[in-house]
C-alpha cells in the first residue's frame, strides 16, 4: 500500500496511474484529513489491504513514523536509501511472525 502526507499535486507528479495501480491500497492525506503517524492513517492502511495491524511491514523515511507503527503493533523498517533498504528487508521480513490466520 501506498500512505503519504504528500498532496495532490506532489502524488500526481510522482505517480502516473500505470505506477499507482502497483499499489493495492492507497492512504494519502489529502484525501482523508489524516497524517502520519496519527494512528487512525495507520489502521486505515490495514482495513484497506484487509490484514491486521500485526502483519503490515511499514516502510518510511522518517524514524519517528516507525517508531509510530511499531507503537501500533506493525513491524517498521527505517528507510535510509536503496542499499540500506535491501540490507535491510529480508532480516526483517524474517523476524516476521507468519499470519494465524
Given at each position: ?53 500485526e ?35 529480508p ?11
Amino acid at each position: 500500500g501506498l500512505m503519504s502526507n504528500a498532496n495532490y499535486d506532489v502524488i500526481n507528479e510522482l505517480f502516473e496511474i500505470e505506477q499507482a495501480k502497483l499499489f493495492d491500497a492507497h492512504v494519502l492525506s489529502y484525501e482523508t484529513q489524516l497524517l502520519k503517524p496519527d494512528k487512525m492513517m495507520f489502521e486505515l492502511m490495514a482495513k484497506r489491504l484487509g490484514v491486521n495491524m500485526e502483519e503490515c511491514l511499514f516502510v518510511d523515511d522518517q524514524e519517528r513514523h516507525c517508531a509510530a507503527a511499531e507503537s501500533y503493533g506493525m513491524y517498521s523498517l527505517h528507510y535510509i536509501d536503496y542499499e540500506d533498504f535491501l540490507d535491510k528487508l529480508p532480516r526483517k521480513l524474517s523476524g516476521m511472525q507468519p499470519s494465524s490466520r
